[in-house]
């Protein structure tokens, strides 16, 4: 489920992008929230509390969950499913922070990747999992960060501890195995040479050879057309159509949407797998200031009125969805 590309353009052009993989609708809205706003981490009262220091574009999950986004100062954030996870016991010392706010918590407080991996590395917080709905299992996920200057990190729990993985060269990410272990079978695919042969199945480390073999394989440029054409392409090259399920691997499903954040024009794209058209809204024609109100652009509709194209306009004034809390 889910695949992360970061694309390393000439110039300054970077630009992230993500699938969206999961057995169900998880019934998506777009959000703006503006800075700041209070927040807390939905985990009782040993939660975590902040104030948002940058206003971010984000894609829900569930209406209980930042599943995607990024914030005015370029970081983009993705959550994707990695089954392996394991998170700390709750600690008596430290404040605690839900899972369904973890990306959020980044785009609010963190404006590089470098900052993220300082300030998270430290663990001053506890993350705890919640469940997800309408299911009976908990929330397994780990944490990409990408920023304008084209920097990633990747941030896993795996038998309670945190493993961070950092490095600009670390632009691609899917799900199991974790983080790792997916470097060491690319590293045997690089041998080989995707021009003569790539793994196809809708598996996450058969996703990963193609993704990481075609983002450093399409034209690397600055011009901002081709650039997105270009990500466009390598992202749905690692979708799984609609409909598609693998029999005894529930983790494997059906792409949903996508999107595709410009780090350098503050563009966020979302292009759902049952529209004919992408929308996308730009950063710059948002208002992120501290007495603006969260709003909502809603896509449970279906396509809104745009009908593709620029949707910035669409947004409108609505209560922030809560955050899951662990039970």
Known sequence: MCTRVVYLGEGDRVITARSMDW???LGTNIWLFPRGMKRDGA???HSITWTSRYGSVVSSAYELATADGMNEKGLVANALWL???RYPDPHERRPTLSIAAWAQYALDNFATVAEAVRELSAETFTVATSTVPGQERDATMHLALSDSSGDSA???YLDGELTVHHDRSYQVMTNSPPYAQQLAINSYWDEIG???MMPGTNRAADR???ASFYVNAVPQVEDRTIATAAVFGVIRNASVPYGI???GQ???????WRTVADHKDGRYYFDSVLWPSVIWVDLSDLDFSESASPQKLDLTGGLPPAQGGDASALFEPAAPFPFAGPE
Do not use: M
Not at 250 to 256: F, Y
């Open 23 to 25: 057995n169900v609708d």
């Open 43 to 45: 985990a009782g009262p």
């Open 83 to 85: 089954v392996e996870s």
């Open 154 to 156: 990747i941030f896993e």
């Open 194 to 196: 995707g021009t003569v």
């Open 208 to 210: 990963y050879v193609r």
């Open 245 to 247: 399920t693998t029999p």
């Open 250 to 256: 529930p983790n494997i499903s059906s792409t949903r």
